[in-house]
């Protein structure tokens, strides 16, 4: 086992780190984490949705929703080459590769135009989670012709025009060509690049949505690979990629009368994280209240409060649970063990697979399992999933703590 740590912590993790800020693959990350907020107002806007369910008169607040989180798709292609052109240290054109996004998105996704009454129309799903993808590939490729063209510039930089002046002569060929593309393909050749590019990737979604998908990227993401101190965020892009268009895939669905069928979606994934990655709550509470090390439980008490909101970063890092070979082994088995119970459990129809944006993932389990589900089985399941828990942690917790009670009386003596 120590083998194995020391090749993760020496070898392997400073790998995985290193792709992980790849500028490609890091503008990815900051777009979707500048998108955030407007998931949340998503969210909320479910949240007042479930009161206007018990509240007659309350007003309907889904607009709220439309403008927002089903907006995020046309927001990524914006935000993506502004960050590309961020990470490769061009700044003074981010904002031109943001606008030449939005424009090259907006025709990639096939418009409807008038020319009679000067009217154009869009199909709304493309806007939103439904078009991530294509959003994504937009996005590096508008962000790909910006980066290339960078050496030939108009204005050199010793020219005595003034800079924001350089930078429109210098971002005119570019533009043109990225909006040329878009032009040829969609306008002259009638090629839906919206369609073509969900129909490529459709067997990669499709495997994410499979069980295995389910299992092996949440395990990887909130287990395996956290338990060695690699942050959940380097598989967040593709882990996003599979969640957020397969909600909107629910939502349509719901919509026009059909049952949900994805379930790797974040609002069901978040139900196994209590107390954060790991199912970790059940462990802060036997090292707050039943460890007989004062060690132990200083730091469980230090991370009650957090965990409640799922945040386990503290117990994580300072019990520790990364790289200890003890509680590394519970961990991995409540990270297998999770994914499985919420497949078996919304695959059978006892809890319902969510089919509304809800992203407060901080929310306390119990609340977060009836809020995203609709239902008391969502509740039940976070705490048959709590219990089970329990049962893994408890023998490997009655053996950490015995070590570091005797760690603990080593130390006072020494002193």
């Known amino acids: 086992m120590q083998n194995v740590i020391d090749w993760m912590t020496d070898s392997f993790a400073p790998r995985v780190n290193k792709i992980a800020k790849n500028p490609w693959l890091d503008a990815i990350q900051q777009s979707i984490l500048s998108g955030m ?15 206007k369910d018990y509240v007659p008169g309350f007003p309907d607040f889904s607009l709220l929703n439309t403008f927002s989180f089903g907006l995020f798709s046309l927001f990524l292609a914006y935000l993506i080459p502004e960050a590309i052109m961020n990470l490769k240290k061009h700044p003074e054109i981010s904002k031109q590769a943001g606008l030449a996004g939005l424009a090259f998105f907006l025709m990639l996704i096939f418009p409807k135009l008038n020319g009679k009454t000067g009217e154009i129309s869009f199909y709304l799903g493309s806007l939103g989670t439904g078009g991530m993808i294509a959003a ?36 005119i060929f570019p533009i043109i060509v990225i909006l040329l593309v878009g032009w040829l393909f969609t306008f002259q050749l009638k090629i839906n690049l919206f369609t073509v590019i969900n129909q490529f990737f ?34 967040m892009p593709i882990i996003y990629t599979m969640e957020l268009p397969g909600m909107a895939q629910n939502q ?9 069928q994805n379930i790797f979606v974040s609002e069901a994934v978040v139900l196994t994280l209590i107390g954060g990655a790991g199912v970790t709550l059940s462990l802060c509470i036997m090292m707050a209240f039943f460890a007989k090390s004062e060690r132990l439980r200083v730091i469980g008490k230090a991370s009650f409060i957090p965990s409640i909101f799922n945040i386990n970063e503290p117990l994580v890092f300072g019990a520790p649970i990364a790289f200890n070979p003890i509680l590394m082994v519970p961990f991995w088995i409540n990270t297998a063990i999770a994914p499985i119970l919420l497949w078996v459990s919304m695959k059978s129809g006892i809890v319902p697979i969510p089919h509304a944006p809800f992203q407060l993932w901080y929310m306390p389990s119990p609340a977060m399992g009836w809020l995203v589900t609709k239902s008391i089985t969502g509740v039940v399941f976070v705490l048959l999933l709590f219990a089970i828990s329990w049962a893994v942690y408890y023998p490997f917790f009655r053996i950490y703590d015995k070590q570091a009670v005797e760690q603990d009386a080593s130390l006072t003596e020494e002193n």
């Open 252 to 260: 349509a669905a719901v919509a026009s009368g059909h049952a949900a």
């Open 202 to 235: 459709s067997p990669l979604t499709h495997l994410g949505q499979s069980f295995w998908g389910l299992w092996i990227l949440t395990f990887l993401a909130f287990g395996f690979l956290y338990s060695f101190g690699i942050s959940t965020w380097v598989l």
């Open 37 to 51: 907020p407007l998931i949340l107002i998503g969210s909320f806007a479910t949240i007042l949705g479930l009161v």
């Open 136 to 171: 994504l590939v937009s996005g590096l490729f508008v962000g790909f012709v910006m980066n290339s063209f960078i050496k030939f510039k108009l204005v050199k930089d010793d020219s005595t025009l003034p800079d924001f002046i350089a930078v429109w002569f210098n971002t």
